[in-house]
């Protein structure tokens, strides 16, 4: 099982909100040693049985770091299911930071497995100019984009940037290119399912519908397996998305961990989609999009 879309270092976003109380330790695990982390990781990366997982870049990576991938690659030492997903970072063009970008691409290449775009909390479409020697970069190297879609957790974020039907220019425009709509969109979902139905080169993973701990979402479980409506997500409208793309192999299975438990929220997906399908929305599909 393949888990395409974890947090195992912090963001380095702009304006992140704080989490709520009920959710602190969140934090700490991010404040927290590095050692803490990869121990938190592997538990809960084997009580979910996943055997690789792909941690977001950071925005906050220093001059030798432009993709924002050392401590994911530090903790990947000891957790070795864990791969790295470098940030696209619009607001870097200059031909020095491209350089080093091209440089960490080929010396982490067994490593790697995306370039990751955080739409909205950068004030950048992916229509935007700034990301085409990105894309450029995506399609020497055989990697896919993840885009940030749907809801922004900053105070600054300007969520137009991540509005889901922005990601088809780009799906035209860079046909060699494997697109991946993180978080489908959501609450845009029927947008983000025209985009993904629309364009063989694009995708969605079905991280972060869901922010929350065990008990919560045993709750929506238990809930006449899982209930028409839940905070933060309409089921009913994730639903009617799902069916209206009517092609399971464009989508990826993915946690948002730390922000929902791996195991809770893998049994919440597993209630979306039945049961023939769970392999390719589970591994092969993943497999396929990012060459793992």
Do not use: C
């Not at 399609?139 to 749907?150: N, S």
């Not at 409208?237 to 209206?244: E, F, R, S, T």
């Amino acid at each position: 099982m393949i888990d395409t879309h974890i947090h195992a270092v912090p963001a380095g976003v702009p304006g992140i909100k704080p989490m709520p109380e009920d959710m602190k330790d969140v934090e700490k695990l991010f404040e927290g040693p590095l050692a803490e982390m990869a121990a938190r990781l592997k538990v809960e990366m084997d009580l979910a049985k996943i055997k690789v997982a792909f941690g977001m870049g950071s925005l906050e990576g220093p001059k030798e770091d432009p993709l924002g991938i050392a401590r994911t690659l530090e903790l990947s030492r000891t957790v070795p299911g864990l791969k790295a997903v470098g940030v696209a970072d619009p607001r870097r063009t200059e031909p020095e930071h491209l350089r080093a970008v091209e440089a960490q691409i080929e010396r982490y290449r067994e490593k790697l497995v995306a370039f990751k775009a955080y739409l909205g909390y950068l004030h950048f479409g992916p229509e935007d100019p700034n990301y085409v020697p990105y894309y450029r970069l995506a399609a020497k190297y055989d990697l896919p984009v993840i885009f940030h879609t749907g809801d922004n957790w900053s105070t600054t974020a300007k969520v137009k940037y991540a509005h889901p039907l922005r990601v088809d220019e780009v799906a035209v425009d860079h046909p060699n290119v494997r697109f991946v709509l993180a978080h489908f969109g959501n609450p845009w979902l029927m947008d983000a399912a025209e985009v993904v139905y629309k364009n063989p080169n694009v995708w969605a993973d079905l991280s972060g519908l869901f922010v929350g701990g065990d008990q919560e979402i045993q709750d929506l479980l238990d809930a006449a397996k899982v209930p028409d409506s839940a905070p933060g997500l309409e089921v009913s409208g994730l639903k009617k998305a799902i069916g209206y793309v009517d092609d399971y192999k464009k989508f990826l299975y993915g946690s948002d961990w730390p922000l929902a438990p791996m195991g809770s929220y893998r049994r919440l997906i597993e209630s979306f989609i039945p049961k023939e399908h769970h392999q390719e929305v589970f591994r092969t599909n993943a497999e396929h999009v990012f060459r793992v």
